[in-house]
């Protein structure tokens, strides 16, 4: 017997990650290919964090811990919201997971019950509609335009909340399109979010990475919207430690217990080791942050320039995170190397297929016509896969 069950035939799997293990395949067989699909900082963690991670390895630092987190974790995560947020939390309201996404799937199933609506503006990161349909909720997709920045007008939240809204979700520095609210667009989504009572979902994993602005964490705002927010944020972008898989959320106390429960149940606890070296990552030497900010602006800056001066594809500048949204449209509908390309996915896969460069093409973030490049790669790899797209689109590879 080989039953699947119907909840598991309707999760999609996830086009970055798939592209990315295409990517990979293709260099074991030894493909110069040139990737722009993940996003992953190409920078080693820093040195001070690996010590404490062995450290913690030599000091038996190796054992279950509760099943939220260490006490020393969730405290060194509410100073460090408390400095850089100006928000105040207790340890009793964070919870630590498996990295971000792990606490973004605990969000949603404690408090999405069955048929439940969450708002999601599109572009979105391609993870949210699929964890909340695990949580057995429903994704109520907000379309913006490259027109608009990809920002939604906040007064335009009120045009998609019903009786079953329970949230929505906030993806500031953005991935896929890099842009960021401001404090008066924040201001004016938490008073909707207040006058309606729903959840704002604020996914700052990318605060630290902002080019022009300020990020401003929307709990801030006052105690009414702090007590409606669940804010998401983790080690792997700031700290180039994806692998080390530590996320964390910070909300109500009663929440962060119910998102404890699920988690206790569903993982026990995240990596010992991991939450040890997380420790000296938010209380220790944060010179990291400044020299990864400089190189990606600088590949920012080449990659906005090199690709709205090739004919046919065209940018907007993003404000943070280390992702620029192409747009392609121009070159759909189209023969390229004798075959015809009506959409972005397929014009991905012939870039991939006959200039071996990996993107991934925005049909899975929600928009048609685009296709997103992450700049945490060197600058040697942006200038030669943007000379290699050139070529393509130029009809010469």
Request: net charge negative.
């Amino acid at each position: 017997m080989s039953y699947i069950s119907k909840l598991a035939k309707e999760i999609s799997p996830s086009p970055t990650l798939a592209i990315d293990a295409k990517f990979k395949e293709m260099q074991a067989q030894g493909i110069p290919v040139i990737g722009f699909g993940t996003g992953e900082p190409d920078f080693n963690t820093p040195d001070n964090i690996i010590a404490s991670a062995i450290d913690a390895l030599h000091t038996g630092v190796t054992k279950y811990t509760p099943a939220s987190g260490t006490l020393a974790l969730k405290k060194a995560i509410c100073e460090k919201l408390k400095r850089d947020n100006n928000i105040d939390y207790a340890p009793n309201q964070i919870v630590v997971s498996n990295g971000a996404k792990h606490s973004l799937t605990n969000i949603f199933m404690a408090i999405c019950d069955e048929g439940d609506e969450v708002i999601i503006p599109a572009p979105y990161w391609v993870s949210y509609p699929e964890m909340v349909k695990l949580a057995g909720g429903k994704s109520v997709i907000m379309p913006t335009t490259e027109a608009d920045g990809f920002k939604f007008k906040p007064a335009d939240i009120e045009k998609y909340i019903t009786k079953r809204t329970r949230a929505i979700v906030l993806n500031s520095p953005s991935n896929p399109t890099g842009m960021i609210y401001n404090r008066a667009e924040l201001e004016q989504i938490a008073q909707i979010a207040v006058k309606h009572n729903i959840y704002v979902i604020s996914d700052e994993v990318y605060e630290k990475l902002v080019y022009e602005g300020e990020h401003v964490s929307i709990a801030s705002l006052g105690d009414e919207i702090k007590a409606l927010t669940i804010l998401v944020n983790g080690v792997s972008k700031t700290y180039a430690m994806t692998g080390w898989r530590i996320g964390y959320t910070a909300s109500t106390a009663a929440l962060a217990s119910a998102m404890g429960n699920i988690q206790s149940h569903a993982t026990s606890n995240p990596n010992s080791i991991a939450q040890a070296a997380s420790v000296e990552a938010l209380g220790g030497d944060q010179t990291i942050i400044d020299t990864m900010k400089a190189e990606y602006l600088k590949r920012r800056n080449y990659m906005v320039e090199k690709i709205n001066s090739i004919d046919g594809v065209s940018c907007i500048t993003p404000n943070g995170a280390f992702y620029v949204m192409m747009n392609v449209s121009k070159l759909l509908g189209r023969e390229h190397y004798g075959k015809m390309i009506n959409t972005a996915e397929e014009l991905c896969e012939n870039i991939l297929e006959k200039a071996n460069v990996a993107l991934v093409s925005c049909e899975g973030f929600g928009i048609d016509g685009y296709a997103r490049l992450s700049y945490a790669t060197s600058m040697e790899n942006i200038q030669n896969g943007l000379d290699r797209i050139e070529k393509y689109i130029k009809g010469e590879c």
